[in-house]
């Protein structure tokens, strides 16, 4: 098993900029790739990136794009999400999620969420 566990988020005024890590620790040597995902109050939970643990192989949603990067430190185990340009809509919880398999897209291991408040 992975657990990851979320650093703390916070409340950010628009415009500025925020950095999410998540330690994640166990079998992360079993790890294909590690995600963010949010939920917002009252939406479903989105996909926000991912990236591949080994190959740095990374994803975003077109609603982060070109403005969060998502990154990890293998050494560390320590997966990182910069967020820039915060905008009032990506107030959410923000979920830490590891997956353990290429064939398999579940993500089957999630931290307890932080919360990130961004202020207009």
């Known amino acids: 098993q992975v657990q990851p566990v979320e650093s703390r988020g916070g409340l950010v005024q628009a415009g500025g900029s925020l950095r999410l890590s998540c330690a994640a620790s166990g079998r992360t040597y079993s790890t294909y790739a590690m995600g963010w995902f949010r939920q917002a109050p009252g939406k479903e939970r989105e996909f926000v990136a991912s990236i591949t643990w080994n190959g740095g192989n990374t994803n975003y949603a077109d609603s982060v794009k070109d403005r969060f990067i998502i990154s990890r430190d293998k050494a560390l185990n320590t997966l990182y999400l910069q967020m820039n340009s915060l905008k009032p809509e990506d107030t959410a919880v923000y979920y830490c999620?590891?997956?353990?398999?290429?064939?398999?897209?579940?993500?089957?291991?999630w931290g307890q969420g932080t919360q990130v408040t961004v202020s207009s």
């Open positions: 999620a590891a997956r353990r398999s290429p064939y398999d897209s579940t993500y089957s291991y």
